[in-house]
């Protein structure tokens, strides 16, 4: 494993001062113990700090999330004793400012549209030598970064579907070095490249996680980005876009993912570890927290 390049103190007072923290799923099935350990993590995190936690629904998905999962959601922070401030503010309300977003993203030449297939990618991997497996864990292979002016005017005038992503060679020498820093590992130099040329909106969603997710921590004052250690690559590239778009630079804190018994990672497959089966199975908020790992290693 890699060590981090240098230690900053556990101390989470970001350089504007308020500790302002948010947990913010995605509404696609109900909360299990992983998400339970998140929760409580964000909302340490704020009032160790003497700080802020906020709910935000990650809901731009209108195919894979449902208006259920999010009334469930809300229903097992309140029964787990998790207490957020305000309103929850919900993504797919939030649709024009991404569009704006995008557009200041567009007009600076640093995003293209992709005409691509998931199967077109694939193969073209495939070509190259490269993830014999499809193309999870591989970047974008760069087939639409080639196109001229002229044919995608002529594509997107046809009326043919397409990505918008992001010119990631050209936006990396726009921004210059980027750095940031995490609570416990230190200061990183950020890395977006590893990623490739992300998708920042989607064909049937004009938006991405990583534009929503940037857009609306810089907008809710978010100060300590607390997430999953598994969005650690994330984090580079929400780094660049917030360089871009002009928004202000958090602190983040990636937490470790809990794990059950047979050393798997919890995940939405594992329904007998919804927060709603422990509480229907007669657990007390008391206990699905103790589960949750909360208390011996967290703080
Ligand atoms: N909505 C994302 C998820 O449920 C997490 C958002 C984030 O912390 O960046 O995985």
């Not at 339970?36 to 802020?52: D, T, V, W």
């Not at 070095?177 to 989607?202: C, F, H, I, N, Y």
């Amino acid at each position: 494993m890699s060590k981090p390049e240098s230690r900053t103190p556990r101390a989470v007072r970001p350089p504007s001062g308020e500790v302002v923290t948010r947990f913010a799923p995605s509404p696609t099935g109900r909360l299990h113990l992983g998400h339970a350990y998140s929760a409580l993590f964000a909302e340490h995190e704020a009032r160790r700090g003497g700080g802020r936690f906020l709910l935000r629904i990650e809901d731009i998905d209108p195919g894979r999330c449902r208006d259920e999962f999010t009334d469930g959601i809300l229903e097992d922070l309140a029964w787990l004793g998790v207490r957020w401030e305000g309103g929850v503010v919900r993504q797919s309300r939030r649709m024009p400012r991404y569009a704006e977003a995008l557009d200041a993203l567009r007009r600076r030449g640093l995003l293209y549209p992709c005409f691509c297939t998931r199967r077109g990618i694939e193969r073209e991997i495939a070509a190259a030598g490269g993830a014999p497996h499809g193309a999870a864990g591989a970047t974008y292979p760069g087939i639409c970064r080639a196109l001229d002016a002229a044919e995608r005017g002529r594509r997107i005038e046809a009326g043919e579907s397409h990505a918008w992503r992001l010119d990631m060679a050209g936006a990396i020498a726009a921004a210059g070095t980027l750095d940031w820093a995490d609570v416990e590992k230190g200061s990183q130099v950020a890395r977006p490249e590893l990623l490739g040329d992300v998708v920042l909106a989607r064909k049937e969603v004009a938006t991405s996680y990583h534009l929503a997710v940037t857009v609306d921590d810089a907008d809710q004052g978010v100060t300590v980005v607390t997430r999953g250690a598994d969005l650690w690559e994330s984090t580079d590239v929400h780094r660049l876009l917030q360089a871009l778009l002009d928004l202000p630079v958090p602190l983040w804190h990636h937490h470790r993912l809990l794990s059950g018994p047979d050393g798997r990672r919890f995940a939405k497959r594992d329904r007998s570890v919804t927060i709603a089966a422990l509480r229907r199975g007669g657990a007390s908020a008391e206990a699905v927290r103790r589960m949750a790992g909360w208390g011996k290693d967290a703080g």
